[in-house]
């Protein structure tokens, strides 16, 4: 099945511990994207990657990494995370030769305490 | 840049009523998508229906269907005789064609269908 797997769904932390939120595609995908969601402002694109070994930031990249080694993952690490953060997040991917319709994952509700 | 308006944070309507939910954006490109995406309790993101701006004809899927207003800049989604899974946080979102597949979205509407 054609899937982006997120994990974990739920995460609860305390400010300033590293953490990673790992994203995984099965559809050799070229483009994968990161976006948080908060309420009254919709989803904003956190980092995006057109392909293996290229990223560039969307509108909301502070305070976040992403690194893109292989085609099917591209983690979200939150190197010191600050309680501004606590967001759900969603994971997304597209194959840009076929231009077919952007695959989420299920999300992670991450919670900075 | 491109944005993405949504003016009803939230709407209610009953059970097998019609219901159109608005949206409108901005941009200065002639090449682009438009998305109503649906996400119910579970958060998951769903596709609702798409359309390309230089398509005229309007998109429709099943009960779904699209006002597509370009010199307007208007998109709204009308759901038929609605039914209760169709209660969910609905956006509206915005992509260039050419472009790096980012996703410009609303606000979101929340939508209840009342039994």
């Known amino acids: 099945e054609a899937q982006v797997t997120q994990n974990p769904r739920y995460l609860i932390t305390v400010t300033g511990k590293k953490l990673t939120v790992t994203c995984s595609q099965n559809?050799?995908?070229?483009?994968m994207s990161w976006y948080r969601q908060d309420p009254g402002l919709g989803l904003r694109q956190i980092y995006y990657?057109?392909?293996?070994?290229?990223?560039d930031k969307g509108d909301v990249p502070e305070g976040y990494k992403v690194s893109r080694k292989e085609k099917r993952n591209f983690p979200l690490i939150l190197e010191s995370p600050s309680p501004n953060q606590t967001s759900l997040y969603f994971c997304?991917?597209?194959?840009?030769?076929?231009?077919?319709?952007?695959?989420f994952g299920s999300g992670t509700q991450l919670s900075v305490l | 840049a491109q944005t993405v308006t949504q003016s009803q944070p939230e709407m209610s309507v009953q059970e097998a009523e019609t219901v159109t939910l608005s949206c409108t954006y901005d941009?200065?490109?002639?090449?682009?998508?438009l998305f109503w995406y649906k996400q119910p309790p579970s958060r998951q993101m769903i596709l609702v229906i798409r359309?390309?701006?230089?398509?005229?004809q309007n998109a429709t899927e099943n009960r779904f269907s699209v006002n597509f207003q370009k010199a307007a800049k208007s998109f709204s989604l009308k759901i038929s005789d609605s039914q209760l899974g169709d209660t969910a946080m609905y956006f509206c979102?915005?992509?260039?064609?050419?472009?790096?597949?980012?996703?410009?979205f609303g606000t979101g509407t929340r939508l209840t269908i009342i039994p």
């Open positions: 559809m050799n995908h070229e483009y």
């Open positions: 941009t200065s490109e002639n090449n682009y998508y």
């Open positions: 979102a915005f992509m260039l064609y050419f472009g790096n597949e980012k996703l410009t």
């Open positions: 359309q390309e701006a230089y398509k005229q």
């Open positions: 997304a991917s597209s194959s840009t030769t076929t231009n077919e319709k952007l695959f």
């Open positions: 990657s057109m392909n293996v070994e290229v990223t």
